[in-house]
Each structure stands twice: as C-alpha cells, then as structure tokens.
C-alpha cells in the first residue's frame, strides 16, 4: 500500500540520519500498513538494536521470520534473533 511505502521510505532516511526512534516509529508505521512484509520487521529491529531494545529486536526478529514471503531464509532476520538472544543472555 502507498501509505506503507512512503512510511518505509521515511524509516530509511531517518535511518541514514541516526534517528533511531523516530525511525522505528515510520517503520512500525508501514507494519500497520503491510503485515506480511520481512524487511519492514528487520528494519525496525535494526533501530531498535541500535537503541539496545533487545526484547523489541528479538520480537520483530521473530515476526519477520514467521512472514509467509521468504521470511523465513532472511539471514537478516536470523542474525538480529541471535543477537537479541545473546545480549539477554538467553543462549
């Protein structure tokens, strides 16, 4: 949806700017507006890996591998899960 993708757009550039927050906010935006997309999940998770949310990146880590659309070979995905996981110290 274009709502979807002009808020992904903005996450990107927010992104570039090192806005951590605000883009994990556009990004959560988009999410609402396409559900089943991986990379939206992963760029939220990569902010908020930069903001140290760990829970929040293994949350979405989780998300974008259940998505029904390659989600599950995203490497991307499966790294910021482990990361997640180690920084909790749950492996």
């Known amino acids: 949806p274009a709502g979807a993708q002009e ?6 550039t927010l992104f570039r700017e090192a806005k951590w927050l605000e883009s994990a906010a556009a990004f959560s935006e988009a999410i609402e507006g396409c ?3 991986h990379t ?8 908020n890996q930069k903001l140290q949310l ?3 990146v293994e949350s ?3 998300a974008a ?9 995203s490497v991307k995905a499966h790294y910021l899960l482990g ?5 909790q110290g749950k492996l």
Not at 7 to 12: D, I, S, T
Not at 40 to 47: D, G
Not at 65 to 73: A, E, T, V
């Open 83 to 87: 990361k997640a996981l180690l920084e």
């Open 7 to 12: 808020a992904r757009a903005l996450g990107r």
């Open 60 to 62: 979405d880590a989780l």
């Open 35 to 37: 559900t089943t997309s």
């Open 40 to 47: 939206l999940y992963t760029n939220r998770a990569l902010c």
């Open 54 to 56: 760990w829970s929040q």
């Open 65 to 73: 591998i259940q998505c029904p659309k390659g989600g599950s070979s």
